[in-house]
């Protein structure tokens, strides 16, 4: 899954409580149950995905705040990408990765360990709902933080 997938996953599940410890932990498991659809996270390239990634990183943190469970939670989202991010700035495409949803199968690559059935999601139908769904948790965040002012 793209990033902002990921990263919108993660702060949709730290919107159930103020848990940041809990929050991280489930973003991280959101990550590998999506990893387990059949999605295209490549031709966005690693330049477009840091730029949406970071968009949307900074759009959660001001509207519920840096230290928010919300935030907390999307980042864990993301966590796991932190290792392919890596690998990619190091010039790198392949290379020993330790989140099991990255491992590849031997002599596949792009093939991941696991995938649940059913068909991919296309690039575009995936990058529209995960902006749509980071704006709206936005605009649930900047509700939230002025009606407690």
Request: charged share 20%; aromatic share 4%.
């Amino acid at each position: 899954m793209l990033a902002l997938t990921h990263l919108v996953a993660g702060a949709a599940l730290g919107t159930l409580d103020d848990d940041r410890r809990a929050g991280a932990l489930k973003g991280v498991v959101s990550h590998a149950l999506l990893d387990g659809i059949g999605h295209d996270d490549v031709s966005i390239g690693f330049r477009g995905q840091a730029a949406l990634v970071a968009a949307g990183a900074a759009a959660l943190a001001l509207s519920w705040g840096p230290g928010s469970a919300v935030t907390t939670a999307a980042l864990a989202g993301i966590l796991p990408d932190a290792e392919i991010a890596v690998m990619n700035l190091r010039g790198r495409r392949t290379g020993l990765l330790l989140f099991p949803s990255h491992w590849q199968r031997e002599g596949r690559r792009g093939s991941h360990p696991y995938r649940f059935p059913g068909p991919d999601v296309p690039i575009g139908v995936e990058v529209a709902l995960s902006l749509a769904a980071c704006a709206a948790l936005c605009v649930m965040g900047r509700r939230r933080r002025s009606s407690r002012r």
